[in-house]
């Protein structure tokens, strides 16, 4: 074999070892699906990738598929979304190839942007009380099996796949700052103790398929709406945005807590 012959062989064979070698790095990349409502998607950072489901790539989904060497995130979550929304329209993006789940969801199905908005009302406008008992007997009759449904769904498609399912923090901190909004300390007791139950509640189902709970309660301690600083939206504009976490809320609060679970 001539010497420019085999020059040519051997730089053939480099660059076939080369793009082997990247097809087996792309093949071993942890397929990451994340799926679940606005708490999830991203909703309260204001800058979205996707502005129907208000996905954010400040959201943790996105934060921690860029902090994972070889990850690659199938990004679903959508703001609205209930449990039925992520049955009809997210779960067929888990397969049995996912190795890591991220998922919240819930708040919707129990109602909690009209609660928020009756319990915003004037004292003399509101049935705060009757909005929240409302949502809790549904948290505690209702809400369970259709979580049951949901997480049987993402088991049964990923069976060997690692899942994190994140709660709610606790919105309040007992005073209202602004000057658009009528919630009563009282009022705000309430809605912080329909935080915990929608926790005991997911923490339940969750665990009974075998998931595991990312608590976000006490990282959200001390950056409740009024806190300073605020890891949560107040009253804002777009109405959309509130009482949703903000960029340091998914940085700080969200993301800490699915990474201990998903790594």
């Excluded at 943790?60 to 009809?88: E, I, K």
Aim: hydrophobic residues 40%; contains cysteine.
């Amino acid at each position: 074999m001539s010497r420019s012959l085999r020059r040519a062989s051997l730089a053939l064979l480099a660059v076939l070892v080369a793009l082997t070698a990247g097809t087996a790095v792309a093949s071993a990349a942890d397929r990451y699906v994340a799926l679940g409502d606005s708490y999830s998607s991203g909703t309260g950072t204001r800058t979205y990738t996707n502005t129907a489901c208000q996905r954010s790539n400040s959201a943790y989904p996105a934060l921690l598929a860029a902090a994972r060497p070889n990850t690659a995130l199938t990004f679903v979550a959508c703001s609205g979304a209930t449990t039925a929304d992520v049955l009809a329209n997210q779960i067929a993006s888990v397969t049995a190839s996912t190795k890591l789940v991220s998922i919240s969801i819930g708040g919707n199905d129990a109602g909690f942007a009209d609660v928020l908005t009756e319990c915003a009302l004037p004292a003399w406008a509101s049935n705060c009380a009757g909005a929240v008992t409302t949502a809790q007997t549904y948290i505690t009759s209702t809400l369970p099996a259709k979580l049951d449904a949901v997480y049987a769904q993402i088991r049964s498609r990923a069976p060997s796949a690692k899942v994190a399912v994140l709660g709610y923090p606790r919105i309040f901190n007992g005073e209202d700052c602004n000057a658009a909004t009528f919630f009563s300390p009282d009022d705000e007791t309430k809605l912080n103790a329909t935080a915990d139950l929608m926790r005991s509640t997911i923490r339940t189902r969750a665990q009974a398929h075998g998931f595991s709970f990312g608590d976000v309660i006490p990282a959200f301690a001390g950056h409740a709406v009024c806190d300073s600083p605020a890891w949560l939206n107040g009253f804002s504009n777009p109405i959309g945005e509130s009482y949703h976490p903000n960029v340091t809320g998914h940085k700080s609060g969200y993301l800490p807590v699915a990474r201990a679970i998903l790594g």
